[in-house]
């Protein structure tokens, strides 16, 4: 506990916290142009210097001394004069980065198609830095900065408040804030150094994982212990089961997908994209993963809904229809990998060309795929007709 004479007064609180207002403001892009003169790419690729060496690494070097400072760690002790000092220069850093990034994002030119020459100040790159650096310093060091003024003013407010259990959660909540807040910010400095296919990479690894949900609901469906206690389940029923397992095998290969495409540098068979790929193939590449988590969710609700309704809601375009669609999309994406896949050298004991293995691989995938949305669409139409007249009793 910090003595009486280290307390923060309620001038200075409020002088910190009337500054939080600006930590709700969310970055944006502003005006374009229609090309950059050579004079002002040479000025943007200076202002993300600045954000990758300097502005957000003392960020991240400020968060660890602001958690000791407010004695949360095992080994520190409250010092909230410095925990006053750490956010003000937080407070002056914050502003930095967000012009800065603001600076850099402003006026890039909105051509997605010929914009491969500006590289690290192309449209695509510069909006996600633009929305990754506004999540860290508006979503995440907010709650942080927050956090810590009120935490100095319940401990003014009452003497054993580090002996109090809204003390420990506050604690908890702050330590989980400091840790979100260090680890964005770290990721973020790597998207700087990084090429736009780990920005790329990223967001299919992200988007594989909110895929699990979604095997969890599909497993319940088909489980043994739900089906077996209805004897008289109706054709329908039975054929949404089906159905059921069928589109497990489909999110699977997805994710199976996804994780290749999300790891491969570290995969026996490493391969890169093309670094001269423009705003628009890579913007597609990275909505693609999102726009395929949304037609999984639509199918397994589709098949959720139909198994309690007992009647294929929506008909069978509500199951046919995501499936298409995230067919075209993978096939897409394939198409984009084909034209511009890299291999990385590799040691390969068959002394085989890395490209020759990535495109067995992805062969051997695409197969696979097709063998999984065919059964499950020719179960749909061929056996649907018959599931659905006469229905049985629920």
Known sequence: MADNSSLPSDSVLEALEARLEKYDTMGHAGPTKEFLTEDELKTKNALLDKLQYKLLPSIQDQIGPLVASLG??????????????????????????????????????????HDHHLRRCKNFRCNQML?????????????????????????????????????????????????????????????????????????????????????????????????????????????????????????????????????????????????????????TLHEHTESIERCFYRLVRALVGSFEANVLVNGQTSLGNPVHCISQILESTLVILALHLIPLPTTNINHQSPGNDYKAWFTAWHVSWHRAINNFLTTLHFEGQQAQQPLAPA
Not at 88 to 111: F, H, K, N, V
């Open 72 to 113: 949360l760690r095992s080994n520190s002790s409250q010092n909230f004069e410095l925990t006053c000092s750490l956010l003000s220069t937080l407070d002056d850093t914050w502003w930095q980065t967000m012009l800065c990034i603001e600076s850099a994002a402003i006026d890039i030119p909105l051509t997605g198609t």
């Open 131 to 283: 929305h990754k650096i506004t999540e860290v310093l508006s979503i995440h060091l907010f709650p942080l900065v927050m956090g810590s003024i009120l935490f100095m003013r319940a401990s003014k407010v009452s003497t054993n408040y580090s002996e109090t259990t809204e003390c420990q959660v506050q604690q908890t909540d702050l330590l989980r804030e400091s840790a979100t807040c260090s680890v964005l910010t770290r990721k973020t400095i790597e998207w700087l150094q990084g090429s736009d296919f780990s920005i790329i990479q990223d967001q299919w690894q992200d988007k594989q994982y909110s895929l699990d949900p979604l095997l969890t609901s599909l497993t319940r469906l088909t489980h043994p212990a739900l089906t077996g206690r209805r004897k008289n389940m109706s054709a329908l029923r039975k054929h949404v089961v089906k159905l059921a397992k069928l589109a497990i095998p489909l999110i699977k290969l997805a994710r199976t997908f996804s994780n290749k495409l999300s790891k491969t540098t570290t995969t026996k068979l490493p391969f890169t994209l093309n670094t001269e790929l423009n705003s628009e193939t890579l913007t």
